[in-house]
């Protein structure tokens, strides 16, 4: 595969459950990023990993939880979530620094479309 | 608060006309530009940066930048009926490490 995948691309969940989005980049990048998007709203940016270490937490909420095991992979922890939740989670990722190349274009997955009942 | 500012549109011009979205940004120190296209139902896909004032053109597309305006564009020659997208335009602010920050977007409307 290549460019960023995002697994599931739909999630349904209620407000009780655990579950979490998983993001996996193939372009060599060493930054990933969440966003939230809801309609009618600037993309929200949740997270950022650059070189595994995260650096900017946009105050969200702590029923959202990060993870970046590694420079490829990159996981959005969900639990007791409200209906506001509901929106689309991207996950982007750019070459941030390192091997003399930085570049601030971010290139985006196809998202995962979530619901919360 | 930085901003990026676009008109939400909708912008509507026929097929095989030029289409001109425009974005203005509240920092006068951002130096990196972008341009995304996002279909409805899906995620957006980068289209065009650019860092230096001027033109730079890829194909039907045109980005525009005038930093001393704080102005950036984005022009679409030969607009066809797939180019009917919210084109959102984003910036990365000075000491903004690596944050990109996005408008609302812009829905270009290509007609028949």
């Known amino acids: 595969e290549t460019g960023v995948t995002q697994t599931p691309r739909h999630l349904v969940m209620g407000m009780t459950n655990k579950k979490s989005l998983k993001c996996e980049q193939h372009l060599g990048h060493n930054a990933m990023y969440w966003y939230k998007q809801s309609a009618k709203k600037p993309l929200e940016l949740m997270f950022v990993y650059s070189l595994e270490e995260r650096v900017e937490n946009n105050s969200v909420p702590s029923r959202f939880s990060p993870e970046c095991p590694n420079s490829s992979h990159l996981f959005l922890h969900l639990h007791t979530l409200q209906p506001e939740d509901s929106a689309l989670y991207l996950c982007a990722s750019s070459q941030d620094r390192g091997s003399g190349i930085v570049s601030h274009e971010q290139y985006f997955g196809p998202g995962t479309r979530l619901t919360v009942t | 608060q930085k901003e990026v500012e676009q008109n939400s549109g909708p912008l509507s011009v026929p097929e095989g006309a030029i289409a001109s979205l425009n974005c203005t940004y509240s920092?006068?120190?951002?130096?990196?530009f972008f341009w995304y296209r996002q279909y409805s139902g899906k995620s957006p896909e980068l289209i065009m940066s650019?860092?230096?004032?001027g033109d730079k053109e890829d194909g039907r597309f045109t980005a525009q930048l005038n930093k001393a305006s704080q102005y950036v564009s984005l022009l679409i020659r030969d607009s066809q009926p797939s180019d009917s997208a919210t084109y959102l335009c984003a910036s990365k602010f000075s000491g903004g490490g690596n944050k990109l920050t996005f408008g609302t977007g812009t829905q270009l409307k290509v007609e028949l």
């Open positions: 920092d006068r120190g951002s130096q990196s």
């Open positions: 650019i860092y230096s004032n």
